[in-house]
């Protein structure tokens, strides 16, 4: 069973971020522990500005300590390594760039190929306020929270140009989190449906995935307070 079928088996499923820029490779068993005790299914390593050298060591650190499945979560080509086990093929379908609407798959493509990753096509949506990492990295033109029939409307475009996930981002330390009344909307749809971003605390994640969410993904948290990361997964998984 590939990497994919095994998280909608499992799911609602807690994935734990490490963005290498903020994670050293010596860092990477203390601020795991926790949340693999607690039950996270999988671990995503990447970040806006991370690049393949600092990807690929902490993936090394990651296996070192867990045989949870490595997912890349890559800003671009440089977000690419050999030594996971499968990547979210995204595209920033609200950007106002080409380059990351699919300049940048053409780049990676290739290497997704030679490294022999399992590729899962996902929609990448950024949500809420514009000001956010990721939204200034990727020229994003953000959705707002009050128009989720705009939302709705890119992730209903996810699914029909072929892709299997919808990743509803709201970014590294934004305000507040994906509404639960969008989740609902978009899950709907029938896409695997990833929320991140301003996640901060347990209450918040169950009402998520009471909303539909297939997937919570805690990131500053982890690197900030990895015994909240922990309760963040524990209610995920219950």
């Known amino acids: 069973m590939g990497v994919f079928e095994e998280l909608r088996e499992r799911s609602p499923c807690h994935l734990t ?17 926790p949340v693999l005790e607690a039950g996270t299914d999988a671990i995503l390593v990447g ?33 690419l390594a050999p030594n996971a086990d499968a990547v979210l093929f995204m595209s920033l379908l609200n950007s106002r760039s080409t380059y990351y609407l699919i300049e940048a798959q053409v780049k990676g493509a290739p290497l997704v190929e030679e490294f022999g990753l399992e590729s899962i096509p996902t929609g990448y949506l ?13 020229d994003a033109r ?30 590294s330390g934004a305000p ?40 919570i993904v805690t990131g500053t948290a982890v690197e900030e307070d990895p015994t909240l990361a922990a309760r963040i997964a524990e209610a995920v998984k219950s």
């Open 176 to 215: 507040e989190p994906v509404p639960p009344e969008i989740v609902e909307r978009v899950s709907e749809i029938g896409l695997f449906t990833i929320v991140g971003g301003g996640i901060r605390d347990p209450d918040t994640a169950r009402e998520l995935v009471r909303a539909g969410a297939d997937a």
């Open 47 to 79: 970040g806006s500005t991370a690049h393949s050298s600092q990807v690929e060591a902490v993936v090394s650190a990651v296996k070192d300590v867990t045989d949870r499945p490595v997912i890349l979560f890559p800003n671009g080509p440089e977000g």
């Open 17 to 33: 971020l490490l963005d290498p820029v903020d994670v050293e490779p010596e860092e990477v068993e203390h601020a795991l522990e």
């Open 142 to 171: 953000v959705l707002p929270f009050d128009r989720p029939e705009l939302i709705v409307a890119h992730a209903l475009a996810a699914k029909h140009l072929g892709m299997r996930a919808v990743y509803l981002e709201a970014g």
């Open 126 to 138: 950024v949500l809420g306020e514009w000001g956010t990492s990721v939204s200034v990295v990727g």
